[in-house]
């Protein structure tokens, strides 16, 4: 019985971990992302603060979320494709 309910355990916990590692597809860690665009400012000749700067950090989070619109889209036209086509063995 022990032997029984350590197998479901075990199978529980792996099952637990993969669905876990779907739920954070694609997420980078937002300081890692702000560190990067900071430095990509600052070393385009931007000083932290100027209107360079601002302007700089602007259009690197709307690239970045143009990027991940633009994935989305492509996620769900392929998901659309898939359902809408039927399969013929």
């Keep these: 019985m022990r ?6 355990s075990i199978a529980l ?8 590692a779907c739920a954070s597809r694609n997420e980078a860690p937002v300081a890692t992302v702000t560190d990067d665009d900071d430095a990509f400012c600052r070393a385009g000749g931007a000083a932290a603060g100027s209107s360079d700067y601002v302007a700089c950090r602007k259009n ?3 690239q970045r979320n143009n990027e991940a619109s633009k994935a989305a889209r492509t996620q769900r036209n392929l998901n659309e494709t898939m359902i809408n086509t039927p399969y013929k063995p």
Excluded: N, W
């Design 13 to 20: 916990m792996l099952a637990a971990l993969t669905l876990s």
């Design 3 to 8: 032997l029984k309910t350590a197998r479901f």
């Design 60 to 62: 690197r989070d709307v």
